[in-house]
């Protein structure tokens, strides 16, 4: 048998029931002026009616299946690889170790997909009105000043808003807060993946060689809860370097945006956004794992020996 095998990378596609996009996440940590979620929600509506809800929407929904596939492959080929390695058997079950080591490098090969993404998706969203006032709710002064300009937004869509991009700053730009990123997804997918497989191993009924779907839906959506909301504080830093720079530049770097958020807005700003974050970690972890592990079991069929990681 192989070791790398491309059946997961196909049923991570197929398996994809669940979006990563939420408009609530990027207003909160990106923006200014917002105290809570419901007070999001209802200035998006006042502002945008219910349109407001979909900003950004088409490009991360084109792009999530390819994202949750290279991950969810990227991951289960990796150990496999380790294990072959390691002992001399792909089939070998993987130490605490292993884990770790493949949840590090998925978050290292995915973010040369998520970070065009996620700041495509970021531009979009945070073109709440017009530019002038957009870009003073973005990066913030201490106070709010009118200017006048033209009263449209910045970017008709996402293919003008990559055209921009590029146009403007180059490849290097399409790639803007990938350092915050990179330090978001590595410890975040370790806190992903390794409590979904403890979880799915702990739940497991003795004698039985796979988990059932209700345990795998479980192990899902806790261990999306739990990387999404201890991955906040860097997700704010990457959000607010991914949103500026679309009038003018106002961070340097992942340090200066540190110390420019927490010298104006104190410690909790590091923390907007984390009950979204982990409340939408749930039901979107546990469809996301359920449909993966359905879809593989649907595409290899019957098998006498199960793969580890299922």
């Not at 982990?278 to 290899?300: C, D, Q, T, V």
């Amino acid at each position: 048998m192989d070791t790398v095998q491309l059946d997961d990378f196909l049923a991570g596609w197929i398996g994809v029931s669940a979006l990563k996009t939420c408009i609530f996440q990027a207003r909160l940590q990106a923006g200014e002026g917002y105290k809570n979620t419901l007070q999001c929600v209802l200035r998006i509506f006042k502002n945008e009616h219910a349109v407001g809800f979909f900003k950004g929407l088409s490009f991360p929904l084109a792009s999530v299946a390819l994202y949750n596939s290279l991950a969810l492959g990227v991951f289960s080929n990796t150990q496999r690889l380790i294990c072959q390695y390691r002992y001399g058997e792909c089939r070998q079950t993987p130490s605490l170790a292993d884990l770790t080591a493949a949840s590090a490098v998925v978050g290292l090969v995915t973010v040369t997909i998520g970070a065009p993404v996620d700041l495509v998706k970021i531009r979009l969203q945070m073109q709440t009105q017009p530019v002038s006032t957009a870009k003073l709710n973005l990066v913030g002064t201490g106070s709010i000043r009118s200017i006048a300009m033209p009263d449209q937004a910045v970017y008709r869509g996402p293919v003008h808003c990559i055209s921009s991009i590029l146009r403007n700053e180059g490849i290097p730009g399409m790639y803007r807060g990938v350092g915050a990123m990179v330090l978001r997804d590595v410890p975040g997918y370790c806190l992903y993946f390794v409590p979904y497989m403890l979880l799915c191993n702990w739940m497991t009924a003795e004698g039985s060689s796979t988990p059932s779907a209700c345990s795998v839906w479980l192990a899902g959506g806790v261990a999306g809860t739990i990387s999404w909301g201890t991955s906040t504080p860097m997700d704010v830093i990457k959000s607010r370097l991914q949103a500026d720079g679309v009038l003018e530049t106002k961070y340097k770097g992942v340090l200066h945006c540190i110390r420019q958020s927490y010298h104006k807005e104190g410690l909790r700003v590091f923390f907007r956004g984390t009950t979204v974050n982990a409340i939408r970690g749930f039901p979107m972890s546990a469809a996301m794992f359920l449909g993966y592990e359905l879809s593989l079991k649907a595409i290899r069929g019957q098998q006498t020996e199960p793969e580890p990681n299922t």
